[in-house]
């Protein structure tokens, strides 16, 4: 019987000819991530159960992206970052990307790609749960804790059970204008629930998702988690290999999902049918179409994060926001210092995406996760009352942008930005009809 | 630590709803405190679950917060609660700030599985899996006993017993007491 492409990457890793799903099997990893909140943690285990003197398995291997709590006074967050150099230091660690420095990047699922790190047919592990997020570029990528996180970085191993897939099939030949890649995964989340997917793998295919570009392939795997997948995975194809080899030299090898393969489910969906959605609070599974929701008073809106804070994602906000007042306070985050050029030298009708934001009145951060997950009480954007704010970040929990009391609607890009704009939650088709038609 | 397979885990219920996230067992601003320094980690007790809204946590009644004002323990031991347990961020903190509150167990007919993981792995807590939501028969303050020979969950102030999920695949890890411990005794990584 023939294999998914998640299947045949574990199988290649352990050592087998054939997995199937349920089974166990130990993994060699090709990329171990961590970050500031999650790597002193497990940098603790490894010296408590490797000894003080241990070295990593790999240090070619070994990735330490601070990204979470960065521009920040709280003095427990910048000690983890020290915690960070120290090791990285200790450890003679290539890939460190140290704040303050010239090789800070900021949100590591951002960051992972721009450098190389994710390349296909390869096994990432990072200590983030959007680490699914890789899955965009054929490899099976998942989020672990800090006790395995430290195993690996002892061992280079690490045990995981067989997903089963469920695979989501999209027809058409190309995006409608009006439509983002967060559209179609709020609609999925919203189909099958927060827990819709939980211990398997997602794979996205299909003449709509061939028609994707890499960045909209990484919202769909990006939350493969907010419906409990384990990973997110897209099959490798030329748009894939293009990126990959403009980012990095290191060999691999493309691993696609036999005709035979079995999955747990197939689900079907139409580009050209899906309406821009929003999920309310209090959970990325409360769908509605931006239509319905449309009128909803605003306080705040936010386009940032490794879902939502990507260059194509701030063209988009910009193609509404040029030349509008704001209603609302609007915040700018975006994921990485690469994407932070990109809106000095971007242009659009000739305008950098910078001035477009300025001018408009946006407020902008630096590069980091920022209030995408809350964070110290100094983090920018931090929700810090009962704001009601539509957001391109991937969560909406209670409390999740940081105050328990506040309110929190997933959206695109575009819808966002149409909203902020208006002060209400828009169904961008209203923008966007003017603008490009 | 090494949780006995035989021994059987007694203690006060607490219990919560669906869709319990990582945020709201552990709010990502407390996550800076190190799980290395004695008394910082006792920080992770205080906060445990303290995102959760008032009015659902401790149910049925809520307004029960899972430790008190100052204290870094609770005095409840086993989490019930619906589905979806721990779903959200891959932060281990969250079991680990369970287990520094006291917690030993959870009972709920379904994780998500990097929380599921880590606690196994991390050997903070035991995850298990009821057969179907007892969320809402349960009441907080309620006398438990995980009966792990039997696969058992005994409610003494109600005098009810029901089944619970056998721990399956992931059973001898539990029992060796997490990831490191299990490969230990297999000899994959040297004794320390
Ligand atoms: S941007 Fe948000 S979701 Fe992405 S890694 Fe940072 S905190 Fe997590």
């Known amino acids: 019987m023939g294999m998914t492409l998640t299947e045949k990457i574990l199988a290649n890793h352990s050592g087998r000819d054939h997995v199937s799903p349920g089974e166990s099997v130990w993994v060699d990893v090709d ?9 002193p943690p497990a940098i603790g285990i490894f010296n408590k159960e490797f000894g003080e003197n241990a070295r990593v398995w790999d240090k070619e291997k070994l990735v330490i992206i601070p990204d979470h709590y960065i521009f920040t006074s709280d003095k427990y967050a910048n000690r983890n970052v020290d915690v960070l150099r120290a090791f990285a230091a200790d450890q003679d660690l290539p890939y460190f990307y140290d704040v303050g420095s ?3 990047k900021g949100v590591c699922h951002v960051a992972l790609p721009e450098e190389g790190f994710t390349r296909p047919g390869e096994v990432l592990f990072g200590t983030d749960s959007h680490t699914c997020t890789a899955g965009a570029f054929g490899q099976f990528a998942t989020g672990i804790g800090n006790t395995d996180a430290a195993f690996i970085m002892g061992t280079g191993k690490l045990w995981v059970k067989v997903p089963e897939t ?34 398997r793998a997602m794979e996205f295919a299909g003449p709509g998702i061939k028609a994707l570009t890499m960045e909209d392939r990484m919202t769909l795997t990006n939350m493969a988690i907010e419906a409990g997948g384990k990973n997110g995975v897209v099959e490798p194809d030329e748009i894939t290999e293009e990126y990959v080899k403009s980012r990095t030299d290191h060999p691999y090898e493309c691993v696609y999902s036999d005709p035979d393969a079995e999955y747990f ?26 239509e319905e929701v449309e009128g909803t008073p605003l306080d705040r809106a936010y386009i940032g994060s490794c879902t939502g804070g990507k260059l194509s994602d701030f063209k988009a906000a910009a193609e509404i926001i040029r030349g509008n007042e704001l209603k609302i306070d609007t ?100 923008f966007i009809q003017e603008t490009v038609i | 630590m090494s949780k006995e397979e035989k021994e059987p885990i007694k203690g006060k219920a607490f219990v919560l709803g669906k869709n319990i996230d990582t945020d ?38 809520g307004g029960i917060p899972l430790t008190q004002d100052e204290e870094t323990k609770s005095e409840f031991k086993i989490i019930v609660s619906s589905d979806n347990f721990g779903c959200g961020s891959s932060r281990e903190h969250a079991p680990a700030s369970l287990e520094i509150a006291g917690i030993e167990a959870i009972i709920s007919p379904s994780y998500a599985r990097i929380f599921y993981r880590n606690s196994v792995d991390g050997g903070f807590l035991i995850p298990f899996e009821s057969l179907k939501d007892l969320s809402t028969e349960i009441k907080t303050g309620d006398e438990l006993e995980i009966d792990q020979e039997n696969h058992e969950l005994i409610n003494h102030t109600q005098d009810k017993t029901y089944k619970i999920k056998p721990l399956g695949s992931v059973a001898d890890i539990v029992h060796a007491g997490g990831i490191f411990a299990y490969a230990r005794q297999n000899g994959m990584i040297e004794k320390a």
């Open chain 1, 102 to 104: 010239d090789r800070y």
């Open chain 1, 31 to 39: 990329v171990l991530m961590t970050h500031d909140v999650c790597g």
């Open chain 1, 166 to 199: 469920m695979r989501f099939v999209f027809e058409g030949t190309s995006m409608p204008p009006y439509l983002m890649a967060k559209d179609l995964i709020l609609k999925i989340i919203g189909d099958i629930g927060t827990d819709g997917a939980t211990y």
């Open chain 1, 331 to 430: 915040y700018i985050v975006p994921a990485t210092t690469e994407i932070a050029r990109g809106l000095e030298t971007e242009t659009l009708f000739g305008t950098p995406l910078i001035q477009i934001f300025k001018e408009a009145g946006c407020k902008i951060g630096n590069a980091s996760c920022a209030a995408c997950l809350g964070g110290p009480s100094d983090t920018f954007g931090r929700l810090q009352d009962t704001e009601v704010c539509i957001s391109s970040t991937n969560r909406n929990y209670p409390g999740r942008m940081g105050s328990k009391q506040s309110s929190v609607y997933l959206a695109s890009p575009y819808t966002v930005a149409a909203s902020a704009v208006t002060g209400v939650i828009t169904d961008p088709r209203v």
């Open chain 1, 265 to 290: 489910s197939e689900h079907f969906y139409n580009l050209e049918e899906i309406v821009p959605m929003v999920a309310k609070p209090h959970s990325p599974d409360n769908k509605a179409t931006a």
């Open chain 2, 24 to 61: 709201q067992i552990i709010p990502a601003a407390h996550l800076v405190y190190s799980l290395d320094d004695p008394e910082e980690r006792k920080l992770y007790g205080k906060y445990a679950l303290s995102g959760v809204p008032i009015e659902e946590s401790g149910l049925p009644e």
